[in-house]
C-alpha cells in the first residue's frame, strides 16, 4: 500500500501491517528499541502526545520534519541512542509514520514495524507468520514517497520465495529496489523529503536510515504500545 491513503482498499482481516516512514520514524522506533527504549507508543495527534507526557512519558513530537516546541525528543534517529533512554517510555507523534500506524491498527492481525536497519530480522519473523503482508508506507501527507518504497521492494525480495507478490504495487517496487540496491542514497538523492530534510541542515539521518540489518529488533504493537518481539 503506497500510501495511508488507500489502506481501506486493502483486507486486513488475515493480514500484519508492516509501517514503514524510512526518513524517519520508524527508522527512529527501530533505533530507540535497539539501544534499550522499553516501549514506544504512537499517537496521531500533538495533543495526545502532550496528554501522555504530562503523565510521565519521554514525548517525541515532529511536524514537518521538525521539533514541536516543549517536547523532549525530535525525529532523528540519533536522539534514541542516548543512554538515558534506557527503559523508557516514549510517547511519539509524526507527521505521516504515527499516522500510519494510527490508520491500520483498529483492522490488521498486528502491526509490525519496518526499517532497512531492521529488514532481516523483520523478514525472518515474517517467514514464520502464517498471515498475509501489507506494506504500508507512510508516504508524505497521502502522496507516495521514493523511500518508503524502496523499502517495500527491498522486503519484496527477501520474501519473494515464500510469499506470492499479488499486488502491482508491490511489484512496482520490487523492480524499483532492483535497480537501485546498489546505491540506495543516490537514488534517493533528488527525492521530496530528502531535499526537505536538506533544507533543514539534516543530512546524516539520511545515509544513517538506508543501512541494511545494523539491528535485530522486531518492533510488534501490543495494547498501542511498540515494544521488540525479541
Ligand atoms: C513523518 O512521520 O512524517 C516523518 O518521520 C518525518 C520526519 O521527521 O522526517
Redesign the pocket.
Known amino acids: 500500500c503506497l500510501t495511508p491513503d488507500l489502506l481501506h482498499l486493502h483486507k486486513l482481516d488475515n493480514s500484519i501491517v508492516v509501517v514503514a ?1 524510512i ?3 520508524t527508522s527512529c522506533m527501530v533505533t530507540g528499541l535497539a539501544y534499550g527504549v522499553k516501549s514506544i507508543t504512537p499517537v496521531a495527534s500533538v495533543e495526545e502526545c502532550k496528554f501522555l507526557q504530562d503523565k510521565g512519558y519521554i514525548a517525541a513530537a ?1 511536524r514537518d ?1 521538525r521539533k514541536v516546541e516543549g517536547f523532549d525528543l525530535d ?1 532523528s534517529p540519533f536522539s534514541y541512542m542516548h543512554e538515558s533512554l534506557i527503559g523508557a517510555q516514549i510517547a511519539m507523534t ?5 499516522l500510519s500506524i494510527s490508520k491500520a491498527k483498529s483492522s490488521a492481525v498486528k502491526v509490525m514495524i519496518g526499517a532497512f536497519l531492521n529488514l532481516g530480522a523483520l523478514a525472518e519473523h515474517l517467514k514464520t507468520e502464517p498471515y498475509d503482508v501489507v506494506v504500508l508506507c ?1 508516504g ?1 501527507k497521502g502522496r507516495p514517497n521514493l523511500e518508503d518504497t524502496l523499502f517495500t521492494g527491498a522486503l519484496a525480495e527477501a520474501l519473494k520465495d515464500e510469499f506470492m507478490l499479488l499486488e502491482d504495487g508491490t511489484l512496482m517496487a520490487q523492480r524499483l529496489y532492483q535497480q537501485s540496491r546498489d546505491n540506495l542514497l543516490a537514488s534517493v538523492s533528488n527525492s521530496s ?1 530528502v531535499r526537505r ?1 536538506q533544507r533543514l541542515g539534516i543530512q546524516k539521518d539520511i545515509s544513517y536510515c538506508l543501512q541494511t540489518d545494523l539491528y535485530d529488533v522486531v518492533p510488534v504493537l501490543r495494547g498501542g504500545t511498540l515494544v521488540s518481539m525479541n
Open positions: 516512514d526518513f524517519r520514524a515532529e520534519a525525529n509524526t507527521t505521516n509514520g504515527t507512510a508524505w523529503h530534510l
